[in-house]
């Protein structure tokens, strides 16, 4: 089992940016692994965020044109670039990983290995 640690995480005004990171021990990413990025508010259901698997990656409508999802295997790694911050994205966000899948699933249920989270607070 892959063990996930974000960071990056912080308080940051409205237009702001942050960068998340994810680390990941235990074993190697593949080309093949899904990384996803998910955040839960509080109150609210976890929701997807931006996925990447092989080089292509995936977005909510959300944050489409402000979030970039990236990875660098040599260092075990995805971050999540964050530009353009609003207060509706003040979540925990979490990172997950899944193997053995060709499409990047925006369920939280089917990824088996998560991080602990980190908090992003935006304030207006």
């Known amino acids: 089992q892959v063990q996930l640690v974000e960071s990056g995480g912080g308080l940051v005004q409205a237009g702001g940016s942050l960068r998340l990171s994810c680390a990941a021990s235990g074993r190697t990413f593949s080309n093949y692994t899904t990384m996803g990025w998910f955040r839960q508010a509080p109150g609210k259901e976890r929701e997807f965020v931006a996925g990447?698997?092989?080089?292509?990656?995936n977005y909510a409508d959300s944050v489409k044109g402000r979030f970039t999802i990236s990875t660098e295997n040599a260092k075990n790694t995805v971050y999540l670039q964050m530009n353009s911050l609003r207060p509706e994205d003040t979540a925990v966000y979490y990172c997950a990983a899944r193997d053995g899948s060709i499409t990047i699933s925006a369920t939280p249920g089917v990824y088996p290995s998560w991080g602990q989270g980190t908090q992003v607070t935006v304030s207006s």
């Open positions: 990447i698997r092989a080089g292509v990656s």
